[in-house]
């Protein structure tokens, strides 16, 4: 029986990609759960449409909460809904559990929520493989593959059923309904390692609310690739005008200021895949985050670094740009303007914190 | 034969213990409506909720998105809801049934509180108990409507009306505040019989002129003409119930009034439990502490019980939980009244150590709270019974919105400032009151709108859209007046064009200063 909520909750998803009723896609905001994984809270996307009303904004608002703290202390962010009983509403009694989740679960609802596909595998050798399995049994296949065992009981079943079934003289004649067939799944195999660039820029034009981005978006994407493969590694090179490789921990940390060159970046990072990560063993992933702000004459060695390196030799070249207040973000039009369509080379804005799950869905949108 | 057992029919096991629970809720004092428990799990007990409690409501989007939430949240493992429960007679309540025995005793001395509080708090008096039969309805005539006008058109005319949906007057079911009138009411319009003369005294003839002179009777005339060539108001007065005035006034198909009839009533329905919620939740959780700690809790389930009693009380990261204020501000009264901590003799005492010695043993503090319970909603129960003990024991605090860093922050401790605050945020459901002034404004047919301002400003891009659906029910161009930055400003949609503009004062222009077309 289909269930009546199913109707509402297809309705509904439909809304969401777009398919009916564009006049609501502005009001779809991405709420969020929070879980925690490894003493870290997180956040999980989920869509949510609020209909228009008239109903208070932030200005003037406030409320009443319990607890410790200092008069002046910030509670939250004013991004969030007012907290408080008024808004409780008619809502059921319910409460939130705080629960530790595996970053496997966490990588299925990313998956979950954003629809990714799954990767596909890429050149022969180092491949996640997809073999079938006969695991399944259904109505409908060629005779080749037809279920002996199950067939046969089936055909007994009924024959028994309809009184045809004669025990002194057992002959057992399958028809149509009764035939059974196997049928396979595709079950995949994670064979191979990829290895994940990081390149940031952290000249003086980037914010820490930025740094915060990037860390959120690195997390999630990080997440994923590990969910698709055997083994992921991670190499972090941040850059002003000269690049450097450093740890996790520099490359969320660190300031810098003066100029920006990003061409030292690209150079760096084609020297570790020459050397460390050649292409026919790995599944290479380069992952760029900038504010655009580039030193004008560089441009052009950028793109001839990428045209001629990096993108024959990686399977995604990502390219992030944050706004900021400072930067004038032209190398994302540079980009778009000499890359047009190019299929492992994915561009995104970020303005703020909402825009990060679309970006993590135009990376890795493209299964590759 | 037998009749099948309905697999949502309570097991032999859970209705014993219904029975015992019930039992013991009568014995008690409670007073309530017969309860119909059913068992479901967790995928059919998220789309009732999701339903609003109402396994027949109409089709709707929204339920879908209500609902995709409550089951990956429960899939995800960040969120459980323990109980539901309807006002209606008989009451129905739901179970889950993968629950441990010792949360099913808890969900149903929860539910026999509830039940209590919707039979007896006066605030539900008004509402329909058999409002499982009218939602029912209610499904299969939007069902019809969408049969014959298609899908999409119906549900996005739903989608208007939710967007005015909070426009209500929440008192209306305890107040006549004129006689209902009904668009086929033709006769209303026609003049009634010649209007009596002036009115004179009686008097002697060689009196009258005296006591009736001539020129006082013509200006007496004279005004009344002019009363009656004046204008009339429309509405007579203005109209907190929107809704009410859109049914009798908007130009509306006879199947949009049918569902904005339908929204209107289920606004209604789900208003009391707005206004009460931390009353009922607190009574009901009174209840299911009293019953299970002192009368049917197994020495062995102390634990898990301590442990979800809790869970549920404790306030979210320094958020107010209504669970958790509605029972201690219960057990406050109740402790209050038993040691006669009440009236002029106890207001006027400031002796420390006498206040908190004092104890008149006088034992009204049950008789005291069932009698609040009756009587009163969320802000007469706040508004009575906060003290500034009762914020100082349990750490309340009030916050407000700081644009300067977009922040909440803490702003004070004062007893003064958390009442108002919290007082404010559950008036009128902390939803902005609002009234129609004119439904002939300009003597154009344009609806008027007016905005009662408390120094929080609207959310500006909402109350445009929100506009906008306005505008769709009632056809011709709307305004809204309300407050920006605490300037009286003028909000209004024609059709096509927004405009906002500030309304008198040395800032005011005839002309619209923001023109901007529709994205």
């Known amino acids: ?368 | 034969m037998a009749p099948a057992l309905n697999s949502h029919d309570l097991p032999p096991d859970l209705r014993s213990l219904q029975l015992e629970i019930e039992a013991h809720a009568r014995d008690l004092g409670l007073d309530f409506f017969d309860t119909v428990f059913e068992v479901l799990d967790y995928d059919e007990l998220s789309e009732i909720a999701a339903l609003g409690g109402f396994p027949t409501r109409y089709p709707h989007w929204r339920f879908g998105m209500e609902y995709e939430q409550l089951s990956k949240g429960y899939r995800y493992g960040l969120q459980k809801i323990y109980e539901m429960v309807i006002n209606n007679d008989p009451c129905y309540a739901y179970l889950l049934r993968c629950n441990q025995r010792v949360d099913q005793k808890l969900v149903m001395a929860h539910v026999y509180g509830h039940n209590d509080f919707f039979k007896n708090n006066h605030c539900f008096a008004p509402t329909n108990r058999k409002m499982m039969d009218e939602v029912a309805n209610h499904g299969n005539r939007i069902r019809r409507h969408m049969e014959r006008h298609g899908e999409d058109t119906v549900e996005s005319f739903i989608d208007s009306c939710l967007s005015l949906e909070n426009l209500i007057d929440i008192h209306s079911p305890f107040i006549r505040r004129r006689d209902g009138s009904t668009r086929y009411d033709f006769d209303a319009d026609e003049p009634d019989d010649q209007p009596p003369g002036p009115a004179r005294f009686r008097a002697k003839d060689y009196m009258d002129p005296y006591i009736n002179p001539p020129e006082a009777l013509r200006e007496q005339a004279r005004s009344r003409e002019a009363e009656s060539a004046r204008p009339q108001p429309f509405p007579e007065r203005p109209e907190r119930d929107v809704l009410l005035f859109l049914l009798e006034h908007a130009p509306l198909k006879s199947w949009q009034l049918d569902v904005l009839s339908i929204i209107r009533s289920e606004a209604y329905y789900f208003a009391p439990q707005a206004a009460t919620k931390i009353m009922n939740e607190g009574w009901a959780s009174y209840w299911h502490s009293t019953i299970l700690s002192t009368r049917v809790l197994e020495p062995s389930e102390l634990v898990d019980y301590a442990d979800h009693h809790s869970g549920t009380m404790a306030p979210y990261s320094g958020r107010l939980n209504p669970y958790k204020l509605g029972i201690e501000l219960f057990r406050d009264i109740e402790e209050r009244w038993n040691k006669g901590q009440f009236g002029p003799e106890w207001e006027a005492c400031d002796d420390e150590a006498a206040r908190r010695r004092w104890d008149k043993q006088l034992g009204l503090g049950r008789q005291k709270i069932f009698e609040v319970r009756r009587i009163h909603n969320d802000v007469t129960f706040i508004d009575t019974f906060l003290t500034p003990d009762f914020c100082r024991r349990h750490n309340l605090f009030s916050f407000r919105y700081n644009s300067s860093n977009d922040l909440y922050e803490i702003e004070s401790r004062e007893f003064k400032k958390i009442k108002e605050r919290l007082l404010f945020s559950l008036t009128n459901f902390g939803q902005p009151i609002i009234s129609v002034q004119d439904g002939n404004y300009r003597n154009r047919g344009e609806l008027y709108l007016h905005q009662e301002y408390f120094g929080v400003d609207l959310k500006l891009d909402d109350a445009q859209d929100t506009l906008r659906h306005l505008h769709r029910l009632w056809t011709r161009p709307v305004h809204l007046e309300t407050c920006v930055e605490g300037r009286p400003t003028l909000l209004s949609f024609d059709g096509s064009d927004h405009t906002i503009r500030p309304l008198g004062g040395p800032n005011h222009e005839p002309e619209p200063k923001d023109r901007r077309r529709p994205g």
């Open chain 1, 1 to 368: 029986m289909v269930r009546k909520i199913e109707r509402d909750q297809n309705r509904f998803r439909q809304i969401v990609r777009g398919k009916i009723k564009a006049d609501l896609r502005k009001y779809i905001s991405h709420g969020e759960m929070i879980g925690k994984t490894g003493g870290e809270l997180v956040s999980i996307p989920l869509p949510q449409i609020s209909i228009p009303e008239f109903r208070y904004g932030r200005n003037g608002s406030g409320g009443v909460g319990q607890g410790p703290g200092q008069i002046g202390q910030p509670i939250g962010r004013g991004g969030d809904a007012p907290p408080g009983p008024g808004q409780a509403g008619d809502s059921p009694g319910q409460h939130l559990l705080e629960v530790e989740l595996t970053l496997d679960e966490l990588a299925e609802i990313l998956g979950d929520g954003l629809e990714l596909p799954r990767i596909q595998p890429k050149g022969k050798a180092n491949i996640v493989e997809e073999k079938d399995r006969y695991t399944g049994i259904r109505q409908t296949g060629p005779e080749s593959l037809r279920h002996f065992k199950r067939t046969y009981k089936r055909a007994l079943r009924r024959q028994i059923a309809s009184r045809e079934y004669n025990p002194e003289q057992p002959r057992v004649i399958p028809v149509r309904e009764d035939k059974l067939y196997r049928s396979w799944n595709p079950v995949h195999f994670p064979h191979s390692s990829a290895v994940v660039f990081y390149l940031m820029d952290v000249s003086g034009s980037m914010t820490d609310d930025q740094k915060e981005i990037v860390r959120i978006e690195a997390f999630w994407i990080d997440t994923w690739l590990r969910s698709q493969y055997d083994g992921v590694s991670t190499r972090y090179i941040i850059h002003d005008a000269v690049a450097r490789e450093v740890d996790q921990d520099t490359f969320f940390r660190t300031r810098e200021s003066g100029g920006t060159r990003i061409s030292s970046a690209y150079t760096l990072c084609n020297q570790i895949i020459d050397s460390e990560h050649p292409p026919a063993d790995w599944n290479i992933y380069v992952l760029h985050f900038s504010d655009g702000d580039n030193w004008g004459e560089d441009n052009r060695q950028c793109i001839t670094l990428l045209r001629d390196h990096l993108l024959p030799k990686v399977n995604l070249f990502g390219y992030a740009q944050v706004e900021s207040p400072y930067g004038s973000g032209e190398f994302y039009h540079e980009l778009e303007e000499a890359f047009e369509d190019v299929p492992n080379l994915a561009l995104s804005e970020i303005r703020d914190r909402d825009g990060i799950y679309d970006s993590i869905k135009a990376f890795l949108g493209r299964g590759r």
